[in-house]
Each structure stands twice: as structure tokens, then as C-alpha cells.
């Protein structure tokens, strides 16, 4: 190469740091260091095509963070799994409560999931007072306990008691919480609305205390009662959880759950257990010996009483104790299903992927009569051949629902000269008193965001990530789930297993890294299906630093910098849109083709759509 190809070379590196958001004077150094390792015979190989992604590695290198990123969720992981050890070391019966003969009774919250907007709570009484040893189901009409016909149909599989009183599932008060008044009163279904459900549906109203299933959750529950390998598809707060939870309970056995952190499954086992009183347990390596021993010697049981069994994948992948487990509970026909919950991780491609997940295709191949079922909110169209090919389900029955979020508004805000004095006005003028995350790139930033934020607006906030001791996180999510306070300050670390309903917006004060990250972390708002808003507040110079932040994550490894570079680069190309549709960009990200007319004439078009609309 010439000396002025070598100049045309260098404006093109130039030019390439600058649109990342990298100044100029560091890229300049930055370069001639390039250059110069390259030395005079290696010029030719100086191309942003050759070595543009190691150019902009090495400028993020160089660029002498004093960021604190939050990628290494260790930490959580580790509680979560000592709260996890603790739930099952103290029979917890802090949700119980004893009725007039000194039985237990537990309570269980009914929500009304009808179209309409306004949610309706009612309690429904799970009445455990008979004897455990033969558990039955049965639906009593006023004093009198009658079995019907229903009752049978699910008592021989149902493993949990519950009483529907009034020849309705109604308004059984539940004593620890206020009176109902006529307009929040109960959602009643007559005896005979009772009558006409199927199994599934009145699992679903009896067992999980919801009205209606949404949509595909019942073909994914007769599915895989029907013992169909499933790939399930769903936005995030779509419900997936339900597709398996449901059916794990009216199968005979244990269904085990695959799920990549310790803190969802804390979440999931706390609900099943506490809330819906289905037995549920979980293995993982951070557990003592003599807490794994307990959870073995129970599905070494002819017929083991926990419903669903919980795993993370290391669990599975190599282990051969484990495996010898599921041959045991296979050969007593105990083995009722395996579920690979957030299947993205499995693929290189998707945004979130896990080795150990690779691996989980032993399942199939092990136990080919086993059905498995696949589900994720966040898989582009090749992610999911990739994961259908390595969970080794290539004819499984695909159920998807469309990714899009109507209840949603998207837009993106040029972030002024005074970003966080920005920030402040956009919380007074659109969200005063509405409960909403700040997202934000590191630790560092959600700390000063939050203090700016108190100081400097009055607005009330508080901060939370990973590097905090747990009573302080613990304390962070109490105050905001009561209300107390309504604006977390976060890191990533904030979100998993978020299911408050009421989230108004989502605010990214830095973009995020991948469009996936950003759809899940957006997607934790209007869990209610209420109108809530995502708004990303985007300045070119803050890609610099989630490159920075890329390059600090993936090591050496040039193939997932590479990688992760043009999943970010999408982000950017998202936040950069002047006039396309963003909900179709979204959209089209996960392979879902979207007329841009459905988000212009909808309720909550994305800033683009209503730009052109008015
Ligand atoms: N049929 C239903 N009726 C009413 N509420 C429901 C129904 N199904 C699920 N839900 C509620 O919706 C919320 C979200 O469900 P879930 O956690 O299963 O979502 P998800 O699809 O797994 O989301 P994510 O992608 O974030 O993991 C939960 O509070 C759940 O109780
Ligand atoms: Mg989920």
C-alpha cells in the first residue's frame, strides 16, 4: 500500500472512532501505535476491514476507565442462592394463617386478567386442612363438600388442596388485607362457569388464581400435557412461566426447569411454593452438600412430591450423578418434562449466551420420550434455528405471539449539553409520582445519577446495583414495590425476575448494549398492559463507552468483541433513527414483519410514527 492509501486509511480509522463516540486525539494515538506494531511490511494489512474491531478494542482499552461496570452478577448469584438454602432450612408459614380448628389456610391472591384495563384483586382461600398423605381437590358448595365432576378430573393428578366456597371461586377475604369495597370487590365465577372449564382452565382460576389464560398459554399447556416438544415465544411478561408451571402440576412426577441464574429461580420458587402452593425445589452447585443430599434422596423417592425441580445448567451438562437421577426418575415414570426457561442462552447469536447451556442437548438425546419445551421473549430468526438444532427439537411444535408490546410507546431523546438536568425535567414534566427504573451503563453513573437526582431536582430516587451488600438491595426493592420511593437508579443488576405491574417507564440514560438487552430491559414497563413509555436518552459519545464496557467484558476474545460490537452497533443504528418506525425496527429485529401503520394508528405510537402522524 502507498503512502497515500496508508492517509486514506487512517481518515477512514478516524472517522470510524469518531462515529463510535471516541474523541479524536485518543483514536489519532491509538492509530499510530497501530501502525507502528503493524510496522512498514504489515501497512497493507491496515484496513478498517482487516482490523477495525481490534482498533476500536484497543482505543477502549486505552481509554483509562474509571467506570465501574456491572456485569459480574456473582454476587447476587451467591445470595440468591443462600436465600434459596434458608427457605428450605425454616418451614416458612409466614403466609399461612390458622382457621378455627387450627388448620393452616393459605391464601392466594386472584387476579382478574380480563381485557379491560383496570385490574380487579380478589382472595381466594387454598384450604390445606385435610390430611397430606393422599392430597385431594375438592369443591364445596356452601358447608356441605361436595365432589364434583371437575374436582375428580383434577384431583388425580393435583398435588394441592383448595376450597371454592359459594359454588364460587369469590371473595373469601383474606383477613390480613383491607375490606373490599363493591367497586375493587371480587371477581366471581358461578358453580356452573366452574363446571364448564377443562382441567386446564380451572387449574389456571383454582391453582394460579387468574381469570383467563392469555393468549397460546393453553395450547402450550395441552401440548405439553400431550407430551409435545414445544418452542415457545412470547414477549417478556407474556406469561410464559404459566406454559410449564401449569402443566408440571396436573402431570404425573417432576418436571425439571432449566433456568440460567440462581435469582430467578429464588423468585419462581418463592411464588410456586408460597404463593400457589405447588411443591417445588431446586439443585445447584453453590449448595451445601447435605441441602443437595436432601433434594436427591426426596426424587429418589418411588413417587417424589415436588412438582417442578429447578436447575441451573451446570447441573445437567457433565454431571453424571445428576444424570443417573433422571434415568431413576424415567424408569419410574417420574420424569414428567424438562423446560429450558430463557432458551436464548443457549445460542452464540442470541445476546445473553451461557456454555453450559450448548450442552443441554443431551437432554433429547438421552431421553428422547421426554418432552421439552423451549421459551424465550428474545430470539431472532436464525437464534431460533440454532436453538431448536441444539436442544436437539428440530419438529417441535412452534407457539409464538407476536414480540410487539402495543401498550408501549418508544422513543428516543438527544441527550442536551446538561444531560442529568435533562433527566430531571423529563421526570417532573411526564412522571411525577409514576413508578419507573433509570437505567443506567455502570455503578458509578447509577450513583451520581440518583444523587443529581435527589439534590440537585428534589426528586426522590434511590440507587441500586450489584456491588451493593444484599440488606441494602433488599431495602431498595422494598421501598419501590411499596411505593415509597418511585425511581430506581440501576444497573442491569436490577430487573431480573422484576414482575411489578405497574412500571410507567423505562428510561436508558445510557443505550443499551444489544437490542435484546434493550427490549428485555425496556419490556419491564407496563407489565399491566397499561400505557407505559420507554424512552432511551442517546448521545453518540456514550457508545464509546459501551464499547469500552464490551471490551472490559468479553477479555481477549477477539470472535465475542467482534460479536458483541455488532450488536451494539444495532442499538445505535436504533437510537440514531430520524424518521423509520422504531416499534417496527424492534420488531423486525426478532424477524417479525410490522406494518408501520399499526404503530402510527395505535394508542402509543413510538415518537417517530406520531412526528409524522400530527
Ligand atoms: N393468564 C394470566 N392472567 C393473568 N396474569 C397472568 C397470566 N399469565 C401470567 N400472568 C402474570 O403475568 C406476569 C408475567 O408472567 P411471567 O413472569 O410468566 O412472564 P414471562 O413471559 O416469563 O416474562 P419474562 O420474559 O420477563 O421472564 C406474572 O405476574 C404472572 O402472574
Ligand atoms: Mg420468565
Redesign the pocket.
Known amino acids: 500500500m502507498g503512502g497515500h492509501d496508508l492517509q486514506f486509511e487512517k481518515a477512514r480509522f478516524l472517522s470510524l472512532a469518531l462515529e463510535c463516540g471516541f474523541d479524536e486525539q485518543s483514536a489519532e494515538k491509538c492509530l499510530d501505535r497501530l501502525i507502528s506494531l503493524y510496522g512498514d511490511d504489515g501497512q497493507d494489512f491496515v484496513t478498517v476491514e482487516c482490523c477495525g474491531d481490534d482498533f476500536l478494542a484497543a482505543l477502549a482499552e486505552s481509554m483509562q476507565d474509571t467506570e465501574d461496570w456491572d456485569d459480574d452478577l456473582q454476587v447476587i448469584e451467591s445470595e440468591a442462592c443462600g436465600a434459596l438454602s434458608n427457605m428450605f432450612e425454616k418451614d416458612d408459614t409466614s403466609n399461612c394463617e390458622a382457621d378455627n380448628n387450627g388448620n393452616a389456610r393459605r391464601y392466594i391472591n386472584v ?1 382478574d ?1 380480563s381485557p379491560e384495563p383496570k385490574k380487579q384483586q380478589s382472595w381466594m382461600e387454598l384450604d390445606s386442612s385435610s390430611d397430606g398423605e393422599d392430597p385431594d381437590f375438592c369443591i364445596t358448595k356452601g358447608k356441605d363438600s361436595v365432589s364434583t365432576t371437575t374436582s375428580k378430573r383434577l384431583s388425580r393428578s393435583m398435588d394441592c388442596k383448595s376450597t371454592v366456597t359459594q359454588g364460587s371461586v369469590s371473595s373469601i377475604c383474606n383477613k390480613k388485607q383491607r375490606p373490599m369495597t363493591q367497586k375493587d370487590g371480587p371477581q366471581i365465577l358461578s358453580y356452573e362457569e366452574l363446571q364448564a372449564l377443562d382441567d386446564f382452565e380451572l387449574a ?1 382460576v383454582v391453582i394460579f388464581g ?1 381469570l ?3 393468549p397460546l ?1 393453553h395450547q402450550a399447556c395441552k401440548a405439553s400435557v400431550a407430551k409435545k416438544d414445544c418452542f415457545i415465544l ?1 414477549p ?7 406454559c410449564y408451571q401449569l402443566p408440571a402440576t396436573l402431570k404425573p412426577g417432576v418436571t425439571v426447569v432449566v433456568s440460567p441464574l440462581l435469582s430467578l429461580i429464588q423468585d419462581q420458587i418463592i411464588t410456586l411454593n408460597l404463593k400457589f402452593g405447588i411443591p417445588a425445589t431446586f439443585l445447584n452447585s453453590q449448595q451445601t452438600a447435605s441441602q443437595a443430599a436432601a433434594v436427591l434422596q426426596e426424587l429418589r423417592k418411588d413417587k417424589p412430591s415436588c412438582k417442578l425441580l429447578y436447575v441451573t445448567p451446570e447441573r445437567i451438562v457433565g454431571n453424571s450423578t445428576f444424570l443417573e437421577i433422571l434415568k431413576c426418575l424415567h424408569r419410574k415414570d417420574q420424569l414428567a418434562g424438562f423446560v429450558v426457561d430463557e432458551a436464548h442462552c443457549v445460542s452464540q447469536w442470541g445476546h445473553d449466551f451461557r456454555p453450559d447451556y450448548r450442552g443441554l442437548g443431551c437432554l433429547k438425546q438421552k431421553f428422547s420420550d421426554v418432552p421439552l419445551a423451549a421459551l424465550t ?1 428474545t430470539a431472532t430468526h436464525s437464534v431460533r434455528e440454532d436453538i431448536l438444532k441444539a436442544l436437539r427439537i428440530p419438529n417441535a411444535l412452534i407457539l409464538e405471539t407476536s414480540f410487539d408490546r402495543p401498550n408501549l410507546k418508544y422513543e428516543v431523546i438527544g441527550k442536551t449539553k446538561e444531560s442529568l438536568k435533562q433527566l430531571g425535567q423529563l421526570l417532573k414534566d411526564q412522571f411525577k409520582n409514576q413508578s419507573g427504573i433509570v437505567y443506567c451503563l455502570s455503578k458509578n453513573e447509577c450513583v451520581e445519577v440518583s444523587n443529581f437526582l435527589n439534590d440537585k431536582c428534589k426528586i426522590k430516587t434511590v440507587y441500586y446495583h450489584a456491588g451493593m451488600a444484599a440488606r441494602q438491595r433488599v431495602e431498595v426493592q422494598r421501598k419501590w414495590h411499596t411505593g415509597e420511593v418511585h425511581i430506581v437508579c440501576a444497573t442491569i443488576a436490577f430487573g431480573m425476575g422484576i ?1 411489578k405491574p405497574d412500571v410507567r417507564f423505562v428510561i436508558h440514560n445510557t443505550l443499551s448494549k444489544s437490542i435484546e438487552s434493550y427490549y428485555q430491559e425496556s ?1 419491564r414497563a407496563g ?1 399491566d398492559n397499561l400505557p407505559a413509555v420507554c424512552i432511551a436518552l442517546y448521545q453518540k459519545k456514550d457508545f464509546s463507552r459501551v464499547v469500552c464496557m464490551l471490551r472490559s467484558g468479553q477479555g481477549c476474545k477477539r470472535e465475542n468483541f467482534k460479536t458483541a460490537m455488532a450488536q451494539a452497533q444495532k442499538m445505535k443504528q436504533y437510537c440514531e433513527l430520524k424518521t423509520e418506525c422504531r416499534r417496527k425496527a424492534l420488531l423486525e429485529h426478532f424477524g417479525e414483519s410490522f406494518d408501520r401503520k399499526d404503530c402510527k394508528n395505535g394508542s402509543n405510537p413510538c415518537d417517530n410514527c406520531f412526528k409524522t402522524s400530527v
Open positions: 387476579i386478567h389456571n387468574n383467563t389464560f392469555r398459554q412470547m417478556t411478561g407474556g406469561g410464559k412461566s404459566l421473549a414482575d419490556g407489565r
